[in-house]
């Protein structure tokens, strides 16, 4: 059956809170008339040396603490101390937590190749101890687990008992959070602290509307104040069958949640001893009413504007630059749509940075060389590689393992494979995210590996090393639209038919023994007669292998599920083409074909 450990990264922060609150008063600069245009140089040489950037949200050393504090926390299964029931699972339990964890999270990174770790400020609240922002902690004393309460809903928990255990774990969660506040440390500043040492340099990412709350906008704990009057929220952010709840963040349309978000973006730049900005648009991609007016866009632009006149006010105090960019989704034209107008702000040189992404599984076919083109040379471009490889659920061969998604921080592999063809196209480095999700299940043999974090912004490093390539896939949960990239898959082929699909890949040199395996996946009971494949307009291929085993393993995940077949093909690895590949695959068959899948491989030259 499936782990309900698949579920733990949407379950543990998923939605909403809100207590009554005071609008701020407004800064000058929102009440007087728009800024002229930043007058940009060009591109910096700065970001040369920023090329292998490690993503970590507000609860990065604190998810398993048992790995950064290993002296102090252990995993074991906890009874209830009410009901004196056993937990569902194992919990991470010990302390006080230190500040050594964060410093070990970071000498982690540092021993393994990151030159810039973008550490994420804040959800909805504040989530380190701000002296000028609601902070998630405000008013809570140790052992509240009331204080809590309100945001089960939001985790979609309901049923009295399954509260409980809720209100047990995160209790217990959110008191390192309080323990590091009674030893007078704050971590964010204690993260800038421990990248200094390892000569990391220190970014900081603000998530511009985070709907871990959304579900229970005047109950959950995760809520900035201003949060749970409706009128400062969207109205018309969704359509169809959209979750209504998920979509209902803050309009920045209105002047008093502009004045929130610079207040906190303010703090970190100013206060905090941090060298660069990142906006978050993936957390999430809500800003103004969709179908924005030319004035909504330019005053959004404005505002832009003064972030980076911020940033810039601060490189001169400091006497170093602080490039200022944001991570977004790759839909250009749905961005604009709600305010963000990208092209603007790289073209004008307010964006130093843009780092297009996906939602949750990582991007495989974002076209970076077509962004380039659009946005010209004065932004640089990172790629994304995200922890999901794609909705494809997979298992152990026993079958005792089952998850609906493969963590890819498990897989080099896969994590070179998405590099590569991110770099292929050319990307100036690599922004991780999500990596660290990985090691939260605490799935047997689910680990992630740091050291697949190495030269990974290099193609001369990752060419003739074994890859394994995927498609993006399409499912409910992982595809957030019309934000994310349409997915190639599942596509059906009818008799007779083809259909083409395309991948960035890189070029794999000739003379090392590699070749080129193509494995697609269908629904099981599709039962084709023939099945050509070709690779680059090359003759079909009709030889291929049904099997059940994935092309790499993915930690314990070895196996496709009985719901799936797989078909392996091999080529020549000089079929592949530096930058986009076409994959052709035909249904010679009399019925029609469901493709769910496809795996691609760069492997030793089997006989």
Request: proline share 8%.
């Amino acid at each position: 059956m499936e782990s309900e450990s698949s579920k733990t990264r949407r379950d543990f922060l998923r939605s909403g809170l809100v207590s009554a609150a005071t609008v701020p008063a407004l800064p000058n600069w929102l009440t007087t008339t728009p800024a002229e245009p930043q007058t940009a140089p060009p591109k910096k040489p700065l970001l040369d040396n920023h090329r292998n950037l490690f993503n970590g949200d507000t609860c990065t050393f604190f998810y398993n603490p048992e790995l950064w504090q290993p002296e102090d926390y252990s995993l074991k299964t906890v009874a209830n101390p009410r009901t004196g029931k056993l937990g569902t699972k194992p919990v991470a339990v010990g302390g006080p937590f230190k500040a050594s964890a964060i410093h070990r999270f970071v000498d982690q990174l540092a021993d393994n190749g990151i030159d810039t770790f973008v550490i994420n400020a804040n959800a909805n609240r504040a989530w380190y101890p701000s002296k000028k922002f609601p902070s998630i902690l405000d008013g809570y004393k140790r052992g509240d687990r009331d204080f809590f309460r309100g945001h089960a809903i939001c985790q979609g928990i309901r049923e009295p008992e399954a509260v409980e255990e809720f209100l047990d774990n995160f209790t217990r969660f959110m008191d390192r959070y309080q323990d590091l506040i009674d030893a007078g440390v704050d971590w964010l500043a204690e993260t800038a602290k421990a990248c200094r040492r390892r000569k990391i340099s220190p970014w900081v990412s603000i998530r511009m509307n985070d709907m871990h709350g959304a579900a229970n906008p005047e109950g959950s704990f995760f809520n900035h104040p201003l949060f749970k009057q409706q009128e400062m929220r969207l109205q018309r952010a969704f359509y169809g069958f959209q979750s209504q709840t998920d979509r209902q963040g803050f309009n920045f349309e209105k002047a008093e949640v502009r004045a929130m978000m610079w207040e906190q973006i303010r703090e970190v730049v100013e206060d905090y001893d941090y060298e660069g900005l990142e906006l978050d648009w993936w957390r999430q991609p809500l800003c103004c009413e969709p179908n924005a007016s030319p004035e909504t866009i330019a005053m959004m632009n404005d505002w832009f504007r003064q972030i980076k006149a911020l940033t810039q006010r601060k490189a001169k105090k400091t006497g170093k630059p602080y490039p200022f960019g944001m991570r977004i989704p790759g839909s250009l034209g749905a961005l604009k749509a709600i305010g963000i107008d990208i092209v603007t702000l790289c073209r004008e040189g307010t964006l130093d940075f843009i780092i297009p992404g996906g939602y949750w599984p990582t991007t495989w076919d974002m076209p970076n060389d077509e962004f380039r083109q659009q946005l010209g040379d004065r932004v640089t471009i990172y790629g994304s590689i995200d922890d999901g490889a794609n909705s494809l659920t997979t298992q152990n061969e026993s079958g005792t393992i089952k998850e609906r998604m493969r963590y890819i921080s498990a897989s080099p592999e896969i994590v070179r494979a998405n590099a590569a063809g991110k770099l292929a196209t050319g990307v100036h480095g690599i922004e991780w995210f999500n990596f660290f999700c990985t090691d939260q299940p605490n799935i047997p043999g689910m680990r992630a590996d740091y050291t697949a974090l190495r030269n990974i912004d290099k193609l001369s490093f990752l060419r003739g090393k074994p890859k394994q390539y995927c498609f993006s896939t399409a499912g409910a949960y992982f595809n957030p639209t019309p934000f994310e990239q349409p997915a190639q898959l599942p596509a059906s082929i009818d008799p007779f038919a083809q259909r083409p699909f395309r991948l960035a890949m890189c070029a794999e040199p000739t003379d090392q023994d590699l070749e080129l395996v193509v494995q697609v996946v269908l629904k099981a009971g599709d039962k084709p007669v023939h099945l050509p494949v070709s690779v680059n307009g090359c003759w079909p291929n009709l030889k291929n292998e049904s099997t059940q085993k994935l092309l790499f393993p993915c930690g314990p995940l070895t196996h496709l599920t009985p719901d799936h077949v797989g078909y392996k093909y091999q080529f020549p690895v000089s079929l592949i083409t530096e930058g986009w590949n076409k994959i052709v695959v035909e249904n010679q068959s009399r019925a029609t074909i469901t493709v769910f899948a496809i795996e691609v491989a760069v492997c030793p030259k089997t006989v």
